[in-house]
Nanobody, 122 residues
Framework: QVQLVESGGGLVQPGGSLRLSCVAS????????MGWYRQAPGKQRELVAS???????KYAGSANGRFTISRHNAEKTVWLELNSLVPEDTAVYYC????????????????WGRGTQVAVSS
């Protein structure tokens, strides 16, 4: 019943920006860490950024200060702002979250969205 739905992907020129959104829905009692992963063709899925329920963030080295992750707990939403994009950023970006559905924040497990395509090309 729990779902993560991403949006905001698209085709942009090098140097451009995108803002990805991910909204969680369903019988959710609590959401722990949320994150964004990406997977390019022929490559393994890799972590781009993560953020805890308290707002503590981590970024992959490839982000190089270009990306910003944020969340709004009440809205069950996490965003990833992508700036100064380069062709190497082209990938499907996936939302991930450790979501709890039991009473008092119990019964937690990871969930994945279906992904949103980001293409950076001139």
């Amino acid at each position: 019943q729990v779902q993560l739905v991403e949006s905001g992907g698209g085709l942009v020129q090098p140097g451009g920006s995108l803002r990805l959104s991910c909204v969680a829905s369903g019988p959710i009692s609590y959401i722990n860490t949320m994150g964004w992963y990406r997977q390019a063709p022929g490559k393994q899925r890799e972590l781009v950024a993560s953020i805890t329920a308290g707002g503590r963030t981590k970024y992959a080295g490839s982000a190089n200060g270009r990306f910003t992750i944020s969340r709004h707990n009440a809205e069950k939403t996490v965003w990833l702002e992508l700036n100064s994009l380069v062709p190497e950023d082209t990938a499907v970006y996936y939302c991930n979250a450790d979501i709890c559905t039991g009473v008092f924040g119990s019964d937690c497990r990871e969930h994945w969205g279906r992904g949103t395509q980001v293409a950076v090309s001139s």
